[in-house]
């Protein structure tokens, strides 16, 4: 069991940057690949990055790549997601998640935090 809660949304400017955070609970935090998705209004939930529970793979879906960076800290049990040169398009709510395998898929993920939203304005 793993309890996860974001921070680190708000509203920022086109070109700008926002690092969001995805803090963890429990002691089992390190063997859970983690994922980064998003829910956009009247849009489905999508895959932003991810990255295996090792930290040496990460995936990234091509509209955010060279844009957005996954990091993971196992002795703080948080995740980052560094999000550089913003773009109004990327305005949805952010969620954290963790599974027990290293897909993009939200399905293969079983815990997950209660989102943080992200507006980019024009």
């Known amino acids: 069991q793993v309890e996860l809660v974001e921070s680190g949304g708000g509203l920022v400017q086109a070109g700008g940057s926002l690092r969001l955070s995805c803090e963890g609970s429990?002691?089992?935090?390190?063997?859970?690949?983690m994922g980064w998705f998003r829910q956009a209004p009247g849009k489905e939930r999508e895959v932003v990055a991810t990255i295996r529970s090792s930290g040496r793979d990460t995936y990234y879906t091509d509209s955010v790549k060279g844009r957005f960076t996954i990091s993971r800290d196992s002795v703080k049990k948080t995740i980052y997601l560094q999000m550089d040169i913003l773009k109004p398009e990327d305005t949805a709510v952010y969620y954290c998640?963790?599974?027990?395998?290293?897909?993009?898929?939200?399905?293969?993920?079983?815990?997950w935090g209660q989102g943080t939203q992200v507006t980019v304005s024009s």
């Open positions: 998640a963790a599974g027990n395998f290293f897909t993009e898929r939200a399905r293969d993920y079983a815990y």
């Open positions: 429990g002691r089992t935090f390190s063997i859970y690949a």
